[in-house]
């Protein structure tokens, strides 16, 4: 049926890509993409060609105005590079022009590397902040981390590894006494996960330098689990006074 589909895509192992994901990218007419390249050569595994239309964001009013014209009379999947589209990826004002002119939008579900790293890291996931890149820069990295100083959550974000050890160096400033955890080229080969003092795994990395890519995120303030201890706490300590 004609509509916009949201595509996930694997993050590393082809193998995570869903059999909805397959259909859709085979039973489509046009799919948008981030890069035709990484596209065309998940396309080619799947041996299937359709046209390709190179989309992000940023692209022109007129590319957009075209994939929602096509989104009228045909299906038009959408995907990015890795992972799911629009998280960190481009994809957020088509879909939000296509839902305000009434064009049927589906989003078929897949790998995501933030949701997978909260799930290797062993950190509390109760809560949990999805807070994207962190700025590149010195002074609003640490302003971007004294905001989300007091949220009682598990704080993830995505980082690459010439800046990990900057990101690492500013938690362990910032955020003093928190656990952080490194999800590394999850899904792939060389997969990995540590969980520890931030200095400690900025050391651990200083020897090892880190390839590939990286989520970051970093435990909650407090003792894990603390959260609702301090409320049954309080609880019982307003039942015992009121008692
Ligand atoms: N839309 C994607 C998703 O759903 O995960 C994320 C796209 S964002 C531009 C790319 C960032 O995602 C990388 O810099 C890294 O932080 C994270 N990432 C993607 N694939 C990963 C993997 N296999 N292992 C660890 N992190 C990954």
């Known amino acids: 049926a004609p509509g916009l589909y949201i595509v996930a895509t694997p993050i590393g192992n082809l193998g995570d890509i869903t059999l909805r994901a397959i259909d859709t990218l085979k039973g489509c007419d046009v799919v948008a993409c981030e890069d035709t390249r990484v596209t065309g050569k998940l396309m080619n595994h ?32 959408l995907v ?5 589209p629009l998280i960190s990826d481009p994809g957020y004002r088509l879909v939000r022009d296509a839902r305000e002119r009434g064009i049927a939008v589906t989003s078929m579900p897949g790998p995501n590397a933030a949701v997978v790293a909260m799930t290797l890291s062993g950190l509390p996931n109760d809560r949990f902040l999805f807070a994207g890149f962190l700025p590149n820069k010195a002074k609003a ?7 989300l100083a007091s949220l009682r959550a598990t704080l993830i974000f995505y980082e690459t590894a010439p800046r990990l050890d900057a990101s690492l160096s500013a938690i362990a400033a910032v955020l003093p006494g928190r656990e952080v955890s490194v999800a590394r080229e999850i899904t792939k080969k060389f997969e990995e996960c540590r969980t520890g003092d931030p200095l400690e795994i900025a050391q651990h990395y200083a020897q090892n330098p880190p390839k590939g890519e990286i989520v970051l995120l970093v435990a909650p303030p407090g003792d894990e689990g603390r959260a609702t201890l301090d409320e049954v706490d309080i609880d019982a300590l307003l039942r015992a006074e009121l008692a």
């Open 46 to 77: 799947l041996g299937s060609r359709k046209k390709l239309v190179r989309y992000d964001d940023h692209a022109s009013d007129d590319v957009r105005e075209r994939l929602l014209e096509m989104m009228r009379s045909q299906p038009v999947a």
């Open 80 to 84: 990015s590079d890795a992972g799911t």
């Open 141 to 147: 990295r640490e302003e971007t981390l004294q905001e």
